[in-house]
C-alpha cells in the first residue's frame, strides 16, 4: 500500500472493485480496499461496480442499478446496467480512479472489459488510473483464436488477444495501452492515439505457472478453485444445450443434458442466488464431473492446453439423442461466436469437421501474440 498511497494523498478519489478487492494484514482479518483506504485518510469521494455487482452479490447477467454503498455511505455507479463506462458526470468531481478486481484469465471475463472501458474513459477526461494488479489463477494457460476485432468486439470479448491470455490485468492494461487499443467503446474501432495514464502496481511472489487460486471467490459461479480452472475449458459450453453446472453447488465443474446417455453422473439444476435461470432448471441432466479430468491434465502436464474434447463429446452426445434431431447443440451460434472470438469452430463442429488444423491455426496466431505480450509481462514464468 505504501507505493500507492502517495498517490492518492489530498486527491477525490473513485474506486472500481467488488468483493474481490480485500486487503490482509498478518495481525488482522481481511479488509475491503474501499473501508482501508479510508482508515488511512483517503478522501473516497465514489465507488464504481462491475457485473455482480460492487459487493458481488448479484446473479449472473444481473442488471444493476447506482446507489449508494450501506456500509460506508459511498455513492456507487454500476458499470453494469445503464452505463458499462463511466459517463462525465460520474467523473467530473474526481482527480484519480484506483482499480482492484480479481481476474481468471479469460478474454470473454467481463471485468477485463470493464478495465478497458474504465481506461477509455480516464484517457478522455484526463485522469490518472491506478490498478492494483493481482494474480491470474490461470497464468499457465495462453490458448484458443485470436479474437476477431472487425466482427465481434463486444463486451465479452474487447481485446485481439487469445481466449486465455495467461497475462494479469495490469499486464493487459499496459500491453492496451501500448497497443493503442483503446478508444470506440466495444462497439467502434479503436483510436491509435488514445493513451490513459496509467500506474499498476504489481502483485508480489507470484509466478505465472504457479498453482495459485483467488482466495476470494471471483464471481458467484465460480465459488471454488476448481471451478476456476475448468472455466476456460467450459465457458464455450454457455451457447450450447448443455449445462455447466449453474443452479447447482459446483458450477463449473459439472457437464450435462437431460438424456445424455454416456452421463453417469446425474445432477438437477435449480435457480438459486448465483443463478437465477439456470439451463435445464428443475430437469435431471445426466453428464459428468469434470474434477477428475482436470486432476488428469495437472498430473499429465496438459493444464495448459484448451481442452475442446469435453465439448466434442457432448455435441457428439447430443446428435444422438431424439432431441438433437431436432435442433442444434449450438443453439446462441452469435454468442458462442463473441464468445471464441471467430467462426471456425462453430463451422468445425456443425460440418463434423476434425480439430486439429483448427488448432494448428490457432496456434499460429497465438505465436505473434507471445512476441507482442512479451515487453509487457511483469511476473516471471516460474518454469
Known amino acids: ?8 494523498e489530498g486527491k477525490r478519489v473513485g474506486v472500481v472493485a467488488n468483493h474481490t478487492a480485500m486487503v490482509s494484514s498478518p495481525n488482522r482479518s481481511s479488509v475491503h480496499l474501499i473501508d482501508t483506504l479510508l482508515s488511512r485518510g483517503v478522501h473516497v469521494s465514489a465507488a464504481f461496480g462491475p457485473e455482480h455487482g460492487f459487493r458481488g452479490d448479484l446473479p449472473d447477467g444481473a442488471h444493476a442499478d447506482d446507489g449508494t454503498d450501506p456500509a460506508t455511505g459511498i455513492p456507487v455507479h454500476s458499470l453494469y446496467g445503464t452505463h458499462k463506462k463511466p459517463t462525465a458526470a460520474q ?31 480516464c484517457a478522455e477526461h484526463g485522469l490518472p ?18 479474437l476477431d ?27 492496451a495501452n501500448g497497443e493503442g487499443w483503446l478508444g470506440g467503446g466495444y462497439s467502434e474501432s479503436p483510436d491509435p492515439d488514445l493513451h ?56 463449473f465443474t459439472l457437464v450435462g443434458f437431460p438424456g445424455f446417455v454416456r452421463g453417469a453422473h446425474s445432477f438437477t439444476p435449480q435457480p438459486n442466488e448465483a443463478s437465477r435461470y439456470p439451463k435445464h432448471a428443475g ?46 447443440f449450438i443453439d446462441r451460434p452469435e454468442f ?25 491455426r490457432w496456434a499460429q496466431g497465438r505465436i505473434g501474440f507471445m512476441e507482442a505480450r512479451s515487453s509487457y509481462l511483469r511476473y516471471p514464468s516460474g518454469d
Open 149 to 175: 476485432t472487425a466482427r465481434f468486439r463486444s463486451f465479452v470479448g474487447f481485446l485481439p488477444i487469445p481466449l486465455a491470455h495467461g497475462m494479469t490485468l495490469g499486464e493487459l492494461a499496459e500491453m
Open 91 to 121: 467523473l467530473e468531481n474526481l482527480d484519480i480512479l484506483v482499480f482492484d478486481i480479481q481476474d481468471v484469465g479469460l478474454r470473454c471475463y467481463t471485468y477485463l472489459s470493464t478495465l478497458m472501458l474504465v481506461m477509455e474513459a
Open 1 to 8: 500500500m505504501e507505493s500507492y498511497l502517495p498517490l492518492l
Open 196 to 251: 490513459c495514464e496509467l500506474t499498476v502496481i504489481p502483485c508480489e511472489g507470484w509466478r505465472r505457472n504457479d498453482n495459485w487460486s483467488p482466495p476470494v471467490a471471483p464471481s458467484p459461479n465460480l465459488p471454488h478453485a476448481e471451478s476456476v480452472q475448468l472455466y476456460p475449458h467450459l465457458v464455450l459450453l454457455e451457447a450450447t444445450v448443455a449445462s455447466v453446472g449453474r443452479g447447482t453447488p459446483s458450477p
Open 129 to 146: 488510473l491506478v490498478v492494483l494488479d493481482r494474480p491470474n489463477p490461470n497464468g499457465h494457460l495462453v490458448a484458443g483464436p485470436i
Open 336 to 360: 458462442f461466436d463473441q464468445l471464441l472470438g471467430d467462426t471456425s469452430l462453430r463451422l468445425a463442429l456443425e460440418s463434423e469437421q476434425p480439430l486439429p488444423p483448427l488448432l494448428n
Open 283 to 328: 430437469q435431471t441432466c445426466q453428464g459428468f464431473s469434470l474434477l477428475r479430468r482436470l486432476g488428469a491434465w495437472q498430473a499429465s502436464g496438459t493444464a495448459s492446453q484448451l481442452h475442446l474434447e469435453v465439448l466434442e463429446e457432448l455435441h457428439e452426445g447430443w446428435l444422438n439423442t431424439p432431441a438433437g434431431n431436432q435442433s442444434p
